[in-house]
């Protein structure tokens, strides 16, 4: 009986993921022009009222992880040099965001070509209820619009919907996932970003 429980924890987890739909949906394509030669100058990120009740309980997470590391609080208006990625965890949401979309697309090697500004406005940020995840499934999730702007004309270059789902299943899922969830989501949205603005990669 017990190896049958064991096999059905990944087994529902394999069927949660199969049922889950496409993260990305297109609102306006981005311009085939700018796919794979171009690289982001700007990113701007913004919390919607949607998320902003359920947005603090995570700020105050960061505040405290910054107090706990001994570091200095974050001026309204940001650090003056860049942190090191150790620091993203201490963090407001909005500068942590921007931080990792700059080293994604980056990373993913979009370095060079038209500069872009991405301006992000995140509509739903939760963490895997404990509860939930004992009788069915439970989820992380970042959601949020994207739209894909030339940085120095303004002109309107593309718009898609990114909605990162990761479902863990009892609470040996929620232990497997670690901490560091709110950066490990960012992470995953940003690499979407990415895929969108190479060329021949959009899934």
């Not at 739903?124 to 894909?148: E, F, H, P, Y």
């Not at 004309?153 to 901490?179: K, P, Q, T």
């Amino acid at each position: 009986m017990m190896r049958m429980i064991k096999l059905a924890v990944p087994a529902t987890a394999l069927l949660l993921a199969a049922c889950m739909p496409n993260p990305v949906r297109v609102i306006e394509p981005v311009s085939a022009e700018i796919r794979g030669a171009s690289h982001v100058a700007d990113v701007a990120v913004a919390v919607s009222p949607l998320a902003a009740d359920t947005m603090e309980r995570f700020e105050a997470k960061a505040r405290e992880n910054r107090a706990e590391a001994g570091l200095p609080p974050v001026p309204p208006g940001g650090l003056a040099a860049r942190p090191s990625r150790d620091e993203y965890a201490t963090l407001p949401f909005a500068q942590m965001m921007e931080l990792v979309v700059e080293d994604v697309t980056r990373e993913q090697g979009l370095q060079s070509g038209r500069p872009l500004r991405l301006e992000i406005e995140i509509d739903t940020l939760k963490t895997a209820n404990a509860a939930m995840a004992i009788l069915a499934a439970s989820n992380d999730q970042l959601a949020g619009t994207v739209r894909v702007l030339d940085a120095a004309s303004g002109e309107r270059l593309g718009e898609f919907y990114v909605d990162v789902i990761n479902s863990h299943s009892g609470l040996l899922g929620l232990a497997m996932r670690g901490g560091g969830i709110r950066e490990e989501l960012a992470q995953e949205f940003s690499l979407h970003i990415a895929r969108q603005l190479r060329a021949g990669d959009r899934r």
